[in-house]
């Protein structure tokens, strides 16, 4: 079956612009994440949805950074005002629903880059 | 804070030897354990987990790591490296359904195999 995908898998964008990262889960699969993963570095929890909300929006570094989910399958996470410090590559899991025994599936991300 | 620490950002082996890579905790409460694996243009894949019941866990491609809770270590380990398991490789932990099962990652090892 399809897995977790990401589109675009590349952007380009310059700084201050507007960008949206969309991600598809799995079919049926309640619970999704987004996590960053700079140059170098592990990935880094943002934000987790159960159904069509935010339980756990702890990560997201700042009000530049917002997600949706709003029919509880398809997700954007979306970014305002880019900086290149947001250059980096967004990762987007699924899982059947929320929790550690759950195995979360994991899509082949979204390199940002910001110029 | 919560934290995983990988030691050893690169790692090299023989083809055919024995294949360590460490990972360490820190939390005075026991967290799910996990190994993932990322190959070049591919997302993460899990290798395995610990939840709870036996320290000793077994994934694919003949992985495994032992949960030692005095130590606060994961190490993963394979008797015999082949070429194929190049990679990078990822520690993760996950703290209870309170947290959704968000993973917070070490900031990963890459394992490079000579022939």
């Known amino acids: 079956g399809a897995g977790v995908s990401q589109t675009p898998s590349n952007k380009v964008t310059e700084k201050g612009k507007y960008v949206e990262l969309r991600c598809d889960p799995i079919s049926g699969h309640t619970a999704l994440y987004w996590y960053r993963q700079s140059l170098g570095q592990g990935p880094e929890f943002l934000i987790y949805f159960q159904g069509t909300g935010a339980a756990d929006d702890s990560g997201l570094p700042n009000d530049r950074f917002f997600a949706v989910r709003p029919e509880g399958s398809v997700s954007t996470l979306k970014i305002q005002r880019t900086e290149r410090g947001d250059s980096a590559v967004y990762l987007c899991a699924s899982s059947s629903t929320g929790g550690p025994l759950y195995e979360q599936y994991f899509g082949p991300g979204t390199r940002l880059t910001v110029t | 804070a919560q934290s995983v620490t990988q030691l050893g950002s690169h790692v090299s082996v023989s083809e055919g030897a024995l294949v360590l890579l460490r990972c360490n905790y820190s939390?005075?409460?026991?967290?799910?354990l996990f190994w993932y694996v990322q190959y070049p243009n591919q997302g993460l894949q899990l290798l395995l987990k610990y939840t709870t019941g036996a320290t000793l866990v077994k994934g694919i491609n003949g992985f495994e790591a032992e949960f030692k809770k005095s130590e606060t270590s994961f190490h993963l380990t394979k008797p015999s490296a082949h070429m194929s398991d190049a990679a990078e490789y990822f520690c993760a932990v996950s703290y209870g359904y309170n947290q959704g099962g968000k993973l917070i990652f070490g900031q990963g090892t890459e394992l490079s195999v000579k022939p």
């Open positions: 939390s005075s409460v026991p967290p799910y």
